[in-house]
Structure formats: structure tokens, C-alpha cells
């Protein structure tokens, strides 16, 4: 993530207020991740092909809130799959072989995306425009998203990269905490053993 280009997520605002409208695809260079945008009255959404996947990140329309937990389907040509919801970074994100095989191949692909959140549903439409540049550099498979896959709750708690320096540190504390203590006794017992000795 940290080499990919910056990409807003929905209901991000102008300067005026108003919302990001349209696919931005158009005006993206040769080299830039394919990226789409789309809206109802209801959503908006942030969608693109990198990492080894196709992850979207969704927004309440009107107040920019983020949607979490929804059931999500994508469907570009023959295609149809439920795109999972991440905990760890509040996206939604599907490593389908076929589905990226399709949308990885240069050119303008129709994709829509069902969201149903609580009572509220809707269809949303945009166009995922693919350089042939970006098409080379895609590689399905290639988790840098930091997703790890094979379970349907996708709670990754033990997997998620962003948890081990936490662990780490934890350790080393433990570890520190220990040599103070062992310290402290020695010198403890070297006091005591000087007292007898002076006695």
C-alpha cells in the first residue's frame, strides 16, 4: 500500500462540498492503478484493481459515513462474487481468479456492484478502464493489501502484518522486565553478602 499511488475513499468532498462525481479513470496516466468511482442517492464507492485484488471502500452518500460489514456482490461480464468485508482495514476486497482475470485484461470493463447494508439496498454501475501498462503490472495473487484469505468471517486477527509490532514490543517489555528483576536480586544479594561480611 505504502508504494501504491493515494486514492480517496467515497465521500471525500471538494472544495466546495460537493461530492467526487464520475470515473476518474479518464484521466489517468498510462502508469496509474485502474480505479473507478460510482453513486446512487443512497452510496458512493471507491474501487480499484491492485495488490492482487479488487477492493472497494464505501460511503453513505449523504453523510460520508463509512459502510461497514454489508453484503457486497460484484458482477463484470460473467461473472458474479461476493466480495467479503475486512475488519482490519474497513475495505472490501476479493482475490476471485476468474473475476481478476477478467477485469485485468486492457480495456473498459462494466462492473456493478450490489450493496445491501441493514434494510438499505442498491445497484451501483461504473466503468474499470485498464491500460495495458496497468494490465502488465497487475499481479493476481500478490497480497500487499495484507489480507489473508480461506475463511468466511475474514476476522484476521493472527494474520494481519499490522499486529506483529505489537507483539514485538510486548516481548521485548516482558524481556526487559525480566533482566530488571534479575538484576535488582543480584545486586539485592551482593548488598546482603557485603553486610555479612563487614559483620
Do not use: C
Not at 474501487?47 to 471502500?57: I, S, V
Request: hydrophobic letters at 40%; zero cysteines; proline letters at 6%.
Amino acid at each position: 500500500m505504502a508504494t501504491s499511488p493515494a486514492w480517496a475513499s467515497p465521500g471525500a468532498h471538494g472544495p466546495n462540498g460537493e461530492h467526487l462525481d464520475g470515473p476518474s479513470t479518464s484521466a489517468q496516466g498510462s502508469g496509474a492503478v485502474p480505479r473507478m468511482e460510482a453513486k446512487s442517492e443512497d452510496f458512493e464507492l471507491v474501487a480499484r484493481l491492485a495488490g492482487g485484488e479488487f477492493t472497494m471502500m464505501i460511503n453513505r452518500f449523504a453523510t460520508g459515513e463509512p459502510v461497514l460489514s454489508a453484503q457486497i456482490e460484484v458482477e463484470s461480464g460473467a461473472h458474479k462474487v461476493r466480495v467479503p468485508f475486512h475488519k482490519d482495514l474497513g475495505d472490501y476486497a476479493t482475490d476471485d481468479e476468474a473475476l481478476l482475470k477478467l477485469l485485468a485484461t486492457p480495456g473498459a470493463h462494466p462492473v456493478v456492484i450490489t450493496i445491501v447494508a441493514g434494510s438499505d439496498s442498491d445497484l451501483l454501475e461504473g466503468t474499470l478502464n485498464v491500460t495495458t501498462e496497468a494490465a502488465k503490472a497487475f499481479v493476481p495473487g500478490g497480497h500487499d493489501h495484507g489480507h489473508a484469505h480461506g475463511d468466511d468471517d475474514h476476522d484476521h486477527g493472527e494474520h494481519h502484518w499490522a499486529r506483529k509490532p505489537i507483539t514485538w514490543i510486548l516481548g521485548f517489555a516482558g524481556l526487559a522486565a525480566l533482566g530488571w528483576g534479575v538484576a535488582r536480586w543480584r545486586s539485592k544479594d551482593a548488598l546482603t553478602a557485603k553486610q555479612q561480611g563487614d559483620a
